[in-house]
């Protein structure tokens, strides 16, 4: 049977973790997982870490979820895989249903791969090629906010503004249009957050007055761009920006890969403005966080766009595990339980716990522009980077909570079932850490890098 140590070892020999620089691992232990449960993880000997970013955004309803289990080995038993070019299943037709009614049928086609990015190159070299099909092949940039984050290819870089991610690869990107982001951290002092989204749209109807004709697409994250510090907006910003693409023929793509099934308060970050985009991107919890899967739904518009008897306006774009029928099966599953549980409700009166528990959290000194969306809470810790991130999400670690700051920014991020005493753990300990924060900023460099 492994151990900790035995794993951690084993582990640093052969595996390049992903969004990590490996040589920190040699003064910061990495953390053995051996199963989990609810909204704990647990090591091998036993100790637990409650799961407060939803291991990276993705798990909806706890680990181990005894329904979602369930639908897996019943469709394991009778299908694992099948192409999907020519070929069709139940559970990725049933789920393309599902998925569409959950826009009122509005967006009708589901176009599947594996995973957030591969869907935002998707969006992109759909609404590329809808204008070329069109005749408008000059269409081919794309405009996206400043901190904007979609993912990590390099189309997905291409509409990216977060500099440690982009900046090195930034010869093999194409150039696109930053329009300034109504992020609300970034208004005047005392400037409303509905004010300045309406200033950032007008910038974004200039930027589209002058470049419609090169510009295929906007897209961006409603209402929260997560890896930019959780930075949040009015909605009035998505309803303007709507209207401006339309006027100047330019689609509008909604990446909810990290934002939706409920995380922004509704199962659609977009129906807070009243809108749907002409593609949306989805991902993370489509499977309750069990198996990778992703989703581009297209308007009728732009799958009518490549309907043709010529197979070169085809969209010819594949990944060999589309439409996996295991994921599906997860993902079906998982919409099983919004509507079975009335989700969207009950997380509504558990943010609004949270929110009385985070009381301390929101008063404390060092604490700065705290705030909420749904079910994500955000706030900036005034403190030193780059240690601060690494010092607070190890500390958090011997208080059993898996927190992974961005930047001074700290998130919380939980499964749709933490209950009442975890909450407090989870506000209370994070109190605590906020207490250590000026031991931190004394330390000399030398201390600091030990």
Request: proline share 5%; glycine share 8%.
């Amino acid at each position: 049977m492994s151990t900790n140590s035995d794993l951690v070892a084993r582990t640093l020999r052969s595996v390049w973790h992903p969004g990590t620089q490996m040589k920190l691992h040699e003064r910061l232990p990495m953390v053995a997982v051996a199963r989990g449960k609810g909204a704990w993880l647990y090591d091998f000997e036993g100790r637990r870490y409650l799961d407060a970013i939803s291991s990276w955004w993705v798990n909806l309803f706890g680990h181990a979820n005894a329904r979602i289990n369930a639908a897996i080995i019943d469709q394991l038993e009778r299908l694992e895989h099948v192409i999907l070019a020519g070929f069709t299943h139940e559970p990725a037709v049933a789920l393309s249903e599902r998925l569409s009614a959950a826009t009122g049928g509005r967006l009708g086609h589901c176009f599947f791969a594996s995973d957030g990015s591969s869907a935002v190159e998707i969006a992109l070299k759909m609404s590329h090629h809808v204008w070329r099909n069109r005749g408008q092949p000059g269409k081919s940039r794309f405009a996206y906010l400043t901190g904007a984050y979609h993912g990590e290819t390099t189309g997905a870089l291409s509409v990216g503004d977060v500099a440690l991610f982009r900046d090195a690869y930034a010869p093999l990107l194409r150039s696109g249009f930053p329009v300034p982001s109504p992020d609300w951290r970034r208004a005047e002092s005392g400037e409303p957050a509905l004010d300045f989204a309406k200033r950032c749209a007008e910038a974004l109807e200039q930027a589209l007055r002058e470049h419609h004709r090169e510009i295929a697409a906007l897209i961006v994250e409603p209402l929260v761009q997560c890896a930019n510090g959780m930075g949040m907006y009015d909605p009035a910003y998505l309803r303007l920006a709507r209207a401006v693409c339309d006027r100047y023929q330019v689609h509008l793509i909604a990446d909810e890969i990290a934002v939706g099934f409920g995380r922004t308060g509704t199962f659609l970050a977009c129906e807070q403005a009243g809108i749907l985009p002409d593609l949306l991107c989805l991902s993370k919890g489509i499977t309750g966080g069990y198996l990778p899967l992703s989703v581009v739904l297209s308007s009728e518009a732009i799958y009518e766009a490549f309907y043709d008897e010529d197979v070169s306006r085809g969209f010819l774009h594949s990944h060999s595990y589309t439409g996996n029928p295991l994921a599906c099966a997860a993902a079906l599953a998982t919409l099983s339980i919004f509507e079975e549980d009335s989700v969207i409700e009950a997380n509504r009166d558990r943010a609004a716990r949270i929110d009385e528990l985070a009381r301390p959290i929101a008063a404390h000194p060092r604490v700065r522009n705290f705030r909420r969306t749904g079910m994500i809470w955000a706030f900036e810790v005034e403190a030193a980077e780059p240690l601060f991130a690494r010092r607070f999400s190890a500390a958090a670690l011997e208080r059993e909570l898996l927190l992974r700051p961005i930047g001074n920014t700290v998130y919380f991020m939980p499964p749709y079932v933490i209950d009442d005493e975890q909450a407090a753990l989870l506000t209370g300990s994070t109190v605590e850490l906020l207490g250590r924060v000026p031991s931190w900023l004394r330390r000399t460099p030398a201390q600091a890098s030990s």
